[in-house]
């Protein structure tokens, strides 16, 4: 047995308290990484890679608490993991508006995205807490959550968003936005497939509901450090552009 997991009581075996762990080292180190970037990018950019900083950072936090949670209890840790989206989410919906603010973006669809989100997660965690296996329940408040999660994504991808960056005229912009909108489709369309998994959920004959935190993991690993480089990347090359520009 490697002593450093028997130190830390992760059970090789067991893929949920592992992604926890690597969850949490990769979410720190993501966070070092966007904030020292922020000195490599014009100013315009610096709050855009602050705010990727704090959304892997807050995480590693919750991290570090839902890995603790899970090791002594073997329970999904709900109410952390809500806590997590709850600040992370709304941080990823100000990303959006940061990007496109050169494009003319108000602080209406800031809102509008911090809104559905709220929405989302509110009813996602009332069909997670108090569904009680439920069947009925589950499905139902997964439904009305992804009335929330639905806006968002045709925000993104047809609609207000993807509009402000077509009119911008700067490709860097509309690849970014994009890519952010795949990442809304794509990325967080793996949470719902996780809720799914749990006891009375569409998928809960299919998927192993022991393994609801696994697909967690994997999409908060995948959307929240994704987001970060998508961002960091439109910086980078904006940045590089206008070094160009100013020769
Ligand atoms: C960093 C955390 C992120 C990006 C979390 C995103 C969460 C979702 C997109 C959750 C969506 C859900 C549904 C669409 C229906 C079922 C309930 C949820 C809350 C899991």
Same mark, same amino acid.
Do not use: F, N, Q, R
């Given at each position: 047995m490697n002593i450093l997991l028997e130190f830390l009581k992760? @059970?090789?075996? @067991?893929p949920v308290a592992i992604t926890f762990f690597t969850g949490y080292m990769a979410m720190f180190a993501s966070s070092i990484f966007f904030f020292f970037e922020r #000195? #490599?990018?014009d100013a315009k950019w610096k709050t855009s890679l602050l705010v990727s900083a704090l959304i892997t950072g807050i995480a590693a936090v919750h991290y570090y608490y839902m890995r603790d949670y899970y090791i002594n209890t073997?329970? #999904? /840790?709900t109410a952390l993991r809500y806590i997590d989206w709850s600040l992370t989410v709304p941080l990823m919906c100000v990303e959006f508006y940061l990007l496109l603010k050169p494009a003319g973006a108000s602080k209406g669809l800031m809102w509008r995205l911090i809104i559905a989100g709220a929405f989302m997660l509110v009813t996602g965690y009332i069909g997670e807490a108090f569904s009680n296996g439920n069947a009925l329940q589950v499905n139902l408040w997964g439904a009305i959550s992804t009335i929330g999660y639905v806006y968002i994504l045709y925000t993104a991808m047809a609609g207000e968003a993807k509009k402000l960056a077509d009119a911008s005229n700067n490709p860097a912009v509309q690849k970014a936005i994009r890519t952010l909108g795949l990442f809304v489709l794509i990325g967080w369309g793996i949470y719902p497939i996780g809720y799914m998994?749990? /006891? $009375? $959920? =569409? =998928?809960s004959s299919v998927i192993d509901p022991k393994n609801l935190d696994l697909i967690y993991n994997l999409g908060d690993a995948v959307n929240k450090i994704g987001f970060g480089f998508v961002v960091y990347s439109l910086a980078i090359t904006e940045s590089a552009k206008s070094k160009v520009a100013h020769a």
């Open positions: 992760i @059970d090789k075996s @067991d #000195t #490599t990018v073997h329970e #999904t /840790p998994a749990m /006891p $009375g $959920g =569409l =998928l």
